[in-house]
């Protein structure tokens, strides 16, 4: 009888230590929110765990930068198909530029880029856990 309330006892203590060591995870991948991609600064913000308003920053003036993917429209061929971040406010003009398709293009790669990164955190955080 007193080894089964204390092996139900293990039980429940291991599972509020997942819950807890789950929690903390979470707050650590809803912290990561922004990062310098493609020569820009992105920010964005987490709802769930999909990456909502995502936009680029200059990483001189912190300025929104904005697209200019008219070159995609003119060129069938994606080795062609530019994308270019620009700021026109300030001395660093185009920010960077990134080659395969439009901003919806470009968009998608940052967030797949993004949520490649929080595996990676992720997954370091657990090898850490596990070292002794
Ligand atoms: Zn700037």
């Known amino acids: 009888m007193n080894n089964e309330l204390l092996a139900i006892g293990g039980i ?3 599972i509020i230590f997942l819950a807890v060591v789950w929690y903390m995870k979470r707050l650590e991948y809803k912290r ?3 990062d310098t991609l493609y020569d820009a600064q992105w920010l964005w913000d987490w709802q769930g765990r999909n990456i909502v308003g995502l936009w680029c920053y200059c990483p001189t003036c912190k300025g929104a930068l904005s697209f200019d993917d008219t070159l995609c429209k003119t ?3 994606l080795g062609e198909k530019i994308t270019y971040l ?3 406010h300030c001395d660093s003009g185009q920010v960077a ?4 398709g439009d901003r919806r293009y ?3 790669l940052v967030q797949r880029e993004i949520l490649r990164k929080t595996q990676t955190k992720i997954s370091v955080l657990q090898k850490d856990k596990n070292e002794p």
């Not at 530029?97 to 395969?100: V, Y």
């Open 106 to 108: 470009v968009l998608n």
């Open 12 to 14: 429940v203590g291991i």
């Open 32 to 34: 990561y929110k922004n």
């Open 97 to 100: 530029q990134i080659k395969g």
């Open 75 to 77: 060129t069938s061929k």
């Open 86 to 88: 620009i700021f026109t």
